[in-house]
């Protein structure tokens, strides 16, 4: 089964509103990140996080090593929110082990 | 955060043809380096992990044979797709960790299509 699963896989949101993601992993991960994947494909880093709380404006993100999760939470979705989010946990060496990705679509 | 470039950005190459494609790390150190592809529709799978000095690390289903890498310095890593076929269509992304911590940055990418 998927190491690290995401949820929902897709989800719509009214401009101005709030909502949260969520990675559920079954490896035993030391660091989660978060991206954004632009239309164009690039992922931008949203959040780096170690066990723990991480806000940045709009957005919050927190680690749980011990129940083996993490969170994503948006604040006041706006339009350039749209896009496909995957959290990514790492459990030896540099690698990454990536979720299935979260479509968004905010609209107005 | 640190920059990472991939080039070509976007590639078509016939059925049974291989296509090269190159990874830039600028204004840091890429001691490894970590490649990755998205199929259409799909999630981030590892293709192999890389790093200087040290023997490449592929991962199950992807191999040397297929998926050569070449990581001769700090800045620098290639990987070619050797016969390309239409499974291999997607997104490939080099990413290597950033200054003082594990924090990964990848490259825009670059989109293989196979006739």
């Known amino acids: 089964g998927d190491k690290v699963k995401q949820s929902p896989s897709a989800l719509s949101l009214q401009e101005g509103t709030n909502s949260a993601l969520r990675c559920n992993f079954s490896i035993a991960a030391t660091t989660v990140q978060w991206f954004l994947q632009n239309p164009r494909g690039s992922l931008i880093n949203l959040f780096y996080l170690v066990p723990g709380t991480k806000e940045n404006g709009r957005l919050k993100s927190t680690f749980n090593s011990k129940e083996s999760y993490s969170t994503l939470h948006i604040r006041d979705a706006q339009l350039e929110d749209s896009g496909t989010y995957f959290c990514?946990?790492?459990?030896?060496?540099?690698?990454?082990?990536f979720g299935t990705g979260t479509s968004l679509l905010v609209d107005p | 955060g640190a920059l990472v470039y991939q080039y070509p950005r976007r590639t078509i190459c016939k059925s049974g043809t291989s296509m090269r494609m190159e990874c830039q790390a600028v204004?840091?150190?890429?001691?490894?380096v970590a490649w990755y592809r998205q199929s259409p529709q799909k999630t981030f799978e590892l293709i192999a992990l890389s790093t200087v000095n040290s023997a490449i690390k592929y991962e199950q289903n992807f191999t040397q044979e297929k998926f050569p890498i070449s990581h001769p310095n700090l800045s620098f890593s290639s990987m070619t797709v050797l016969n390309a076929y239409l499974e291999d269509r997607g997104l490939y992304l080099c990413g290597a960790p950033g200054l003082g911590d594990a924090e990964q940055f990848f490259g825009p990418g670059t989109r293989l299509t196979v006739l």
């Open positions: 204004g840091f150190q890429a001691t490894s």
């Open positions: 990514a946990a790492e459990d030896m060496g540099y690698k990454l082990t």
